[in-house]
């Protein structure tokens, strides 16, 4: 039997007061829990250790919302999948983080699970983290100390950690709104829903008509952490869609990925798919 976890009296209701509980002595024994789509499987023993003790954070309303802040679309951390698929503001800015999502379980995962409890989860399986890191999202945490922002490039340092400390909650993500940006999206599993991704990729870039520049390619279930490929972005930039262009991509994304071998699939498989994704990815983008 998986060992009993120990509940707060109550729920916070107040970002204050759940900053407070985290600032304790003993605050790495606390784990937030939004959600809970991911921790209720660790609880039930199925992976890895069940938390000690879980802090509720389900009421901070103050966790939640989507706005644009001059150069930036900011997203609460406790903002649904539900709520990215239905906002406005994420069709226009950043609709791939809402296709994301899209791909995320079913209608009840959705309902419940959040984008910030994608991210803190961190694992490199996790759907919004390559379009996050694509982006050039930034994290920001809160504590009674302050708040601070982390780079998505430095937020997932290693397997299933993040660069948080064990005072700090994630509060909002910050994604910075690029003039003439483009980012597209893909995930492959065993079904066409409900599936926990073997390849997720995200291609993002700055279209100055003829060519990309500022272009960003980051995949997920590929390795231990969520994965920029720098290799085959260097290749990328200053080119078109062109057919040539894709092949030399495709060339430098299999080169430089060194994929796992994992219950879902295999090294192999993974490096064939994502070239044959990144090459219609930019087939679709090039229009031929």
Not at 88 to 106: K, R, S
Not at 184 to 200: D, E, L, N, P, Y
Not at 262 to 277: E, H, I, P, W
Request: glycine share 8%.
């Amino acid at each position: 039997m998986p060992n009993a976890v120990e509940p707060p009296s109550e729920s916070p209701t107040r970002l204050n007061a759940a900053y407070a509980l985290l600032a304790e002595a003993d605050a790495g024994s606390w784990r937030p829990l939004a959600g809970g789509t991911d921790m209720l499987v660790q609880i039930a023993g199925e992976i890895g250790e069940p938390p000690e003790r879980v802090l509720d954070i389900w009421a901070l309303d103050e966790l939640r919302g989507i706005s644009v802040d001059t150069d930036a679309l900011v997203i609460g951390a406790l903002t649904t999948y539900t709520d990215l698929r239905r906002s406005p503001l994420v069709a226009e800015h950043v609709p791939a983080l809402a296709e994301a999502a899209a791909t995320i379980g079913a209608a009840q995962i959705q309902n419940r699970g959040t984008l910030g409890g994608n991210v803190m989860n961190a694992s490199p399986a996790g759907d919004t983290l390559p379009v996050l890191l694509a982006l050039g999202a930034e994290l920001v945490l809160g504590s009674t100390n302050g708040e601070r922002r982390v780079n998505a490039d430095d937020f997932w340092p290693s397997y299933r950690t993040t660069a948080a400390r064990d005072d700090e909650l994630l509060i909002r993500i910050r994604v910075p709104l690029v003039p003439s940006q483009q980012v597209c999206f893909r995930k492959i599993g065993t079904r066409r829903a409900q599936a926990i991704s073997k390849v997720v990729m995200a291609l993002a870039w700055t279209d100055s008509g003829e060519t990309w520049s500022d272009v960003r390619l980051a995949l997920g279930s590929v390795a231990a952490t969520t994965v920029r490929a720098r290799a085959t972005e260097a290749v990328l930039e200053g080119l078109g869609p062109t057919r040539e262009t894709a092949d030399a991509a495709v060339e430098a994304l299999t080169s430089e990925l060194s994929p796992i071998d994992d219950v879902r699939s295999t090294a192999d498989y993974r490096r064939l798919v994502a070239g044959r994704v990144l090459h219609r990815l930019i087939r679709d983008a090039g229009g031929w």
